[in-house]
């Protein structure tokens, strides 16, 4: 079998291991059993358990970009539409995603990390697969002044926040949600002040 095969193979086991048993239980040989291999099968083509958790939120990622890619490429050359979009589908598609609420709920201490400390990797993936989409919806005037890398990493710092933090908006419906990021991408384009005036104040 083809090695990228029996990766998704386990991945597909771990995903379903720990929806059903939780993050903290011991999944290695309950993974190596629904997938139907050895447990050194696991361990040669993904890892220990760490390894796998890794890897699967790793997937997860990137198949959530995947399915973002065509709401972005419907937007026309309008940078806040698009950024308004692509926050609000994150945060719902969060929502709706099994593993990820599953470990939210039951398990925050291991999840939570991935937003954290050990967000990084996932951050440049983010940015990696956002800034194209950025940079066709930045005018040029846009493109001189801010970096579309450092929208895509403003973007995911926003999702990580909506998602693992409960705040005091009520943001649980779509329209409330996307009223509340437009709020806040108001307060961000706000025109910096004039640097004479803030010298003249001073």
């Not at 190596?32 to 083509?45: D, F, I, W």
């Not at 890398?149 to 943001?171: C, N, Y």
Request: charged share 20%.
């Amino acid at each position: 079998m083809d090695p990228d095969a029996i990766r998704e193979q386990i991945l597909d086991a771990a995903k379903e291991c720990v929806i059903e048993l939780g993050y903290t239980s011991r999944l290695h040989a309950a993974i190596a059993q629904r997938a139907g291999l050895s447990r050194p099968t696991v361990y040669k083509y993904v890892g220990d358990q760490d390894a796998i958790f890794g890897a699967l939120f790793q997937r997860e990622i990137t198949q959530f970009f995947v399915v973002l890619d065509p709401v972005l490429r419907g937007q026309e050359r309008d940078l806040r539409v698009g950024f308004v979009d692509a926050i609000v589908f994150a945060v719902q598609y969060a929502r709706a995603h099994p593993l990820l609420q599953k470990g939210l709920h039951d398990d925050p201490q291991v999840v939570l990390p991935w937003f954290t400390v050990q967000a990084k990797p996932f951050v440049e993936l983010g940015a990696d697969l956002l800034t194209p989409h950025f940079q066709r919806l930045f005018t040029p005037e846009q493109l001189a002044e801010v970096s579309p890398k450092a929208i895509s990493e403003w973007a995911f710092r926003i999702i990580g926040s909506l998602i693992v933090t409960e705040g005091i908006v009520d943001i649980t419906q779509e329209q409330s949600l996307r009223e509340f990021v437009s709020s806040l991408l108001s307060i961000a384009f706000i025109p910096a002040p004039d640097p004479e005036l803030v010298r003249g104040a001073g």
